[in-house]
Structures are given as structure tokens and as C-alpha cells.
DNA sequence: GACCAGATTGTCT
DNA sequence: GACAATCTGGTCA
């Protein structure tokens, strides 16, 4: 499961295949996956163990609701990139962009279970304890070191990837959203039964 | 633990 | 000009 700076290049990310299908489908099978970024200080990352999932079609809370725009335009691109955008003036999520090409879906990361270079993360996060560093979609893009230059980048080819994580798929719960107004009744929320590492019960 | 306000700027109307 | 897929630190219990 660990892996170190050598080594990033040569471990098989997901492929462009697992992130073009069904947006909720992916969201539920990247649990237990492992994201990994290797930045120029060193590499950073954690097992998934929450996510949500936004789609263009009949989500008003997705970003892509109201069609194309600058910010946006990446969700409309080929499955299996990174999104990264800036909001509440200070954070930045991340997310992979699902489905067919020029659909607009994607699945928002919300939380990691802190595997690789936590002593980094404990810096950049000014935190010690484990469940405080990457519980929530800004706080583990701040731990891994992430920002808006991620916004496009490949995830099967660049610093940024997601691997193969646990070999059993984990046990999960689904829920509703959080801290959106429109949409906030749909079950699109699924996170890890029992992880400590979850943003929010 | 629960609840609340402040931060702070890119993006869209 | 309004608001945002959030986090933090404060108060009160």
C-alpha cells in the first residue's frame, strides 16, 4: 500500500475506462481507492473514504446545471481528469471528472484516510492528529499540497493520480449532501461505515 | 458537543 | 452585486 517518490511513476493508476461510466457508480467504487499526489516536496495521499457525486443531468447543485462556462469547462472534457476549483474565497476542492466526454459529471472527493507523507500533511495542515487532516474536500487538498494548477491534470498521467486502494470493497453508507442549498435532498453522498477519517455523520 | 460568525475572492448574473 | 460543493475559532453548555 505504501508507496515512496521512486516508485509514483511506475504503479497502475485507475484507468480512463473506470472513470467513463455511470457518475454514482464511480463515486461508490472510488472508496477504499488511494489518491496520490506527487508534488515537488514529496508525495502525499490517503484511501478515500468519502465521496459525492455530481451530475449534469436533473442536479441543481452541480456546477455544470446551467452550462458551460470558463470555470467549469474541464467537467465537460474526457472522463479521468482532475477538476479543481476555488470557492468561499480561501478553499479549493477536487474533484475527477466521470462519464462520457462533453456530459459535465463529476465525483467530489470529501475526505482521505492519511497513508502517505503524513509528516507533511501534519505541516502544511498545522495539525497533528490524524482525523484532523484530510476530514473535509478543502482540508486533504490543502494536506496533499494541491491548488488550482491541478485544475486539468491527468489522472491516469501526472503528479495527480488515484490507485487501486483496498482490495476488498468497504463497507458503505449513503446519505444526502452537504453544504449545498438546491439538491441537498439526493442520496448522492456515500462515505466508509465506521471510518474516523469521514468529514461529517 | 452544538451552534454561530468571520474570513476572503473568483465567478456568474 | 450576490454568493459559494468550507474551515476555524469563538461562545455556551
Redesign the pocket.
Known sequence: MIINKEDFNKVQSLTKDFYNRDTVQVAKDLLGCLLVFNSSEDIAGGVIVET?A?TQKGDP????A????????V?FGPPGYA?V???????Y???AVTNTEGVGD??????LQPEIGIPLMQKR???ERLK?LC????????ALGMS?EQNGADLTNSNVRILPGWEKQPEMVTTT??????GAELPLRFYVKDSPYI??K
Do not use: W
Not at 458551460?68 to 469547462?73: A, E, G, H, S
Not at 476530514?135 to 490543502?142: T, Y
Not at 449532501?177 to 438546491?182: D, F, H, Q, S, T
Open positions: 459525492e455530481y447543485a452541480c456546477h455544470t446551467r452550462g458551460m462556462t470558463p470555470r467549469n469547462k467537467m477538476y476549483y476555488f470557492t468561499y474565497g480561501i478553499h476542492c477536487f474533484n463529476a465525483v467530489l472527493i470529501r475526505a495542515r498545522g495539525r484532523d476530514s473535509g474536500p478543502a482540508k486533504l487538498v490543502q488550482k449532501r452537504i453544504g449545498i442549498k438546491e468529514s461529517k
